[in-house]
């Protein structure tokens, strides 16, 4: 009998939305950041931190807290958006993104934000670093689970497939890596700087389950944590089909919206409009 998917919609489409202002909130008011790769990935980490973690806001600490790593950390206004929806943070603290002394760094950072599970943004290392906790966890006979994102560009490290391959051997079944694959990095599309289809199968030749979805789709994405969490064999990937920039037309689909760029007034008021953004969230905008 096929498991019933029970994901609520509207519910995490609103959430999804109002991610992405804020998104847009943070990067206008700090005057730079990466909004590309932060927006492909909100579907993703809306449903996660919604639905799939286990964790106690109140509590970062929790033993058995499960543990979500932004292994691509620059994309880390949409991790901050992710913490307000769920109340691990307020709202109030996105003023300080990019701000010298502030929680909210440009990239995570452990030491300012308790709730961050390791400081990131050296692309590869995120990973490493999961696969190392997911194996303490084992060791400790814990039944929290790992959970990495990474970007497709960072895919070109030689770390991620050194990783890939340890995991694999150490049948870690308590992790999951989500590949936020929009297609796109800094400077152009991936095809024309390295390639590294066939995606999946690569990923099954070194021994992962591996899950292909629309990353965009709250069905797909739910079905596949499911698979995810009652794979009790070998580490699993689930590769996150995305938009870059998406949600905002003028941004969808371009290696230019990447990052470290300035959202003027009037583009991120066109953004937040198209978004449905409130009077107040409008007259915020410098």
Request: net charge negative; with cysteine; proline share 3%.
């Amino acid at each position: 009998m096929e498991e019933k998917i029970t994901v609520v919609g509207s519910e995490l489409e609103q959430h999804a939305k109002q991610m992405r202002r804020y998104i847009l909130s943070m990067i206008n008011h700090a005057g730079s950041g990466h909004p590309g790769g932060s927006l492909s990935a909100v579907e993703v980490l809306a449903y996660l931190y919604q639905k799939e973690l286990r964790f106690q806001p109140d509590n970062p600490d929790w033993t058995e807290r499960d543990r979500f790593i932004l292994s691509k950390g620059h994309a880390c206004p949409v991790l901050y958006a992710a913490a307000v929806t769920c109340g691990i943070i307020d709202t109030d603290e996105l003023g300080g993104f990019r701000k010298i002394g502030a929680a909210l760094q440009g990239h995570p950072d452990v030491s300012r934000t308790p709730w961050v599970e390791t400081s990131t943004g050296s692309l590869g290392q995120g990973f490493s670093v999961a696969i190392g906790m997911a194996m303490g966890l084992i060791y400790k006979n814990s039944e929290a689970r790992i959970y990495v994102m990474l970007g497709d560009g960072e895919l070109q490290e030689g770390e991620v497939w050194e990783g890939a391959m340890c995991a694999a051997h150490h049948r870690l079944s308590n992790l999951c890596a989500i590949i936020d694959y929009n297609k796109m990095q800094s400077d152009d599309l991936n095809v024309n700087i390295m390639q590294f289809e066939p995606l999946k199968q690569k990923w099954h030749a070194f021994n992962w389950h591996t899950i292909e979805i629309d990353g965009h789709d709250f069905r797909q994405i739910e079905a596949a944590f499911k698979a995810a969490r009652n794979n009790t064999e070998m580490p699993t990937v689930i590769i996150s089909h995305t938009i870059k920039g998406k949600g905002v037309s003028y941004m969808e689909g371009s290696p230019a919206w990447h990052g470290s760029v300035k959202l003027r007034k009037n583009e991120t008021l066109f953004a937040l409009k198209e978004l449905d953004a409130s009077s107040y969230e409008l007259e915020e905008i410098v």
